[in-house]
């Protein structure tokens, strides 16, 4: 499987409402990342998790909160979220401590906030 | 702090003509990079890396750190090249992955 999946891939939630982005990857990669697409621009890194820890979080807002609970799965919680955090969100992974190591996406969730 | 310079937002050119896709970085260290394609409703793919040197569909890159430029070629253009295209630089101990703003590269008949 060199595959990186994510679920699920369009949301619509309110601005009251709590919701997770799910991403699952087998391709024993122990670095997995979120990223912040907008239309028409690059991908923002958001999170980096090495090791099933957090390495980098990129002065992200709290009402997002990532975790990752083993070496497979990573998560986005949701919460209170704005209209302008109406994105793609891209979940990556990659082998972890080694250099020039490239990253593999998944197709993304596409989040709608009303 | 790092940053990655892609001038072009959008190149078009005939089916068989040379593509050339400008990336420009800027990096204290030594530079890991890399392009990466997205096809048209398809996901965000690595097409080439800085070590590998090697040629994927076509297409090379050649890193110049006296030009701080990691440029994107192919002497053919291909209708099916037609794509948005990223040049980006990873550093942060391997795992911070900073793209330019992209290169809308459209391959007319």
């Known amino acids: 499987d060199t595959e990186v999946t994510q679920t699920p891939k369009h949301l619509v939630m309110g601005m009251t409402n709590k919701k997770s982005l799910k991403c699952e990857q087998h391709?024993?990669?122990?670095?997995m990342y979120w990223y912040k697409q907008k239309a028409k621009k690059p991908p923002e890194l958001m999170f980096v998790?090495?090791?099933?820890?957090?390495?980098i979080n990129e002065s992200v807002p709290s009402r997002f909160s990532p975790e990752c609970p083993n070496s497979s799965l990573l998560n986005l919680h949701l919460h209170a979220l704005q209209p302008e955090d109406s994105a793609l969100y891209l979940c990556?992974?990659?082998?972890?401590?080694?250099?020039?190591?490239?990253?593999?996406f998944g197709d993304g969730t596409r989040l709608s906030i009303l | 702090a790092q940053r990655v310079t892609q001038p072009e937002k959008l190149l078009s050119v005939f089916k068989g003509a040379p593509v050339e896709l400008k990336c420009n970085y800027s990096?204290?260290?030594?530079?890991?990079l890399f392009w990466y394609v997205q096809y048209s409703r398809q996901r965000l793919q690595l097409l080439l890396r800085?070590?590998s040197r090697e040629s994927i569909k076509g297409f090379t890159a050649d890193l110049n750190k006296g030009e701080t430029s990691f440029h994107l070629k192919k002497p053919f253009a291909q209708e099916e090249d037609s794509a948005m295209y990223y040049c980006a630089l990873l550093t942060g101990g391997g795992n911070k992955l900073t793209f330019g703003t992209g290169t809308q590269l459209k391959v007319e008949l």
């Open positions: 391709m024993g990669h122990r670095a």
């Open positions: 800085h070590i």
């Open positions: 990096y204290s260290g030594s530079p890991e």
């Open positions: 998790y090495s090791y099933e820890k957090l390495s």
């Open positions: 990556a992974s990659s082998q972890a401590g080694r250099s020039n190591q490239p990253q593999h």
